[in-house]
């Protein structure tokens, strides 16, 4: 199994000096919960030291944390912090169906009134009257990509600003095989790069020798952002807005890839 990200959960009563992570078993997937799910008690992993590229930040404001499925797991953490700080936060859970819902229990056992759990299949989360009675907090989403762009886009049209809605991706990047390769231009050089269909941007630019700034990896953090000059990027991140993808004009290179044949990229 090669690297994977989890997310670190404390909840209130954990004192102990263990590590908590959650891993949702996807029999038919691709990424690491079978090999993770077959680890046994005395098994040994190889650890990196953790890393926060989805911390709250200094805000008066009162605090939403949103989750959708299994990505609730860092905003548990973010609710500890926010209780033992005395803090006014808000917790809204939506997932498919109740039963299969992780932590739900724990969740309004530890932070009672602040959770609000939508179920798709009995009670549906209504995100547009949601985002209404959330003008004037700071938004934390984490979740899948449809669920972060519905509800990005609900905090925008309610009229939150960009700047109070802060959102981490809790998928696996899409399966090897699916893709097709492409080229990316350098403008600064007009060094031309291929793109393999099992490598990203960064990739294949770190491969031919080039320093790439990036962080996530995932396409929620933004470091990677690039501007494109010619040619149609395949957006796949969560950061930029939709006229920012309709726009076309910039992109995010850990993540996203290309619906032309080549890309030119202002580097
Ligand atoms: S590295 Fe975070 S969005 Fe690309």
């Known amino acids: 199994m090669g690297a994977r990200s989890y997310s670190l959960i404390r909840w209130p009563e954990h004192a102990d000096d263990r590590l908590h992570i959650a891993v949702q078993a ?23 030291d953790p890393k926060n590229s989805f911390a709250l930040q200094d805000t008066p ?35 498919r169906s109740a ?17 609000t759990c939508y179920y798709d299949d009995a009670k ?53 095989g699916s893709e097709t390769a492409f080229e990316v231009e ?18 294949a630019l770190e491969a031919a020798g080039h320093d790439v700034l990036y962080d996530c990896q995932r396409g929620d953090c933004g470091i990677c952002q690039v501007d494109v000059l010619a040619g ?6 969560v950061v930029l807005s939709e006229a920012e993808k309709a726009s076309g004009k910039v992109m995010q290179i850990c993540v996203s890839r290309a619906k032309s044949a080549r890309l030119v990229l202002d580097m």
Request: hydrophobic share 45%; charged share 20%; glycine share 10%.
């Open 26 to 48: 996807e029999p038919e997937g691709t990424g690491g919960s079978k090999a993770m799910h077959a680890l046994e008690a005395g098994g040994e992993i190889a650890l990196s």
């Open 124 to 176: 549906p989360a209504d995100l547009a009257a949601l985002a209404e009675t959330l003008k004037g907090h700071a938004l934390y989403i984490c979740g899948p990509r449809g669920m972060i762009d519905a509800m990005r886009s609900a905090a925008e049209i309610a009229g939150v600003p960009a700047d109070d809605v802060h959102v981490e991706l809790f998928t696996t990047p899409d399966a090897v």
């Open 232 to 237: 149609e990027p395949d957006h796949r991140d």
């Open 61 to 95: 404001k009162p605090i939403a944390l949103i989750a959708g499925g299994i990505g609730v797991t860092p905003l548990i953490s973010m609710a500890t912090e926010l209780q033992e700080q005395g803090r006014d936060f808000a917790f809204h859970y939506t997932g």
């Open 99 to 115: 039963a299969i819902m992780a932590y739900r229990a724990e969740l309004q056992g530890a932070f009672g009134d602040n959770v």
């Open 186 to 203: 350098l403008a600064s050089s007009n060094e031309v790069v291929t793109v393999a269909a099992d490598q990203t941007i960064i990739e």
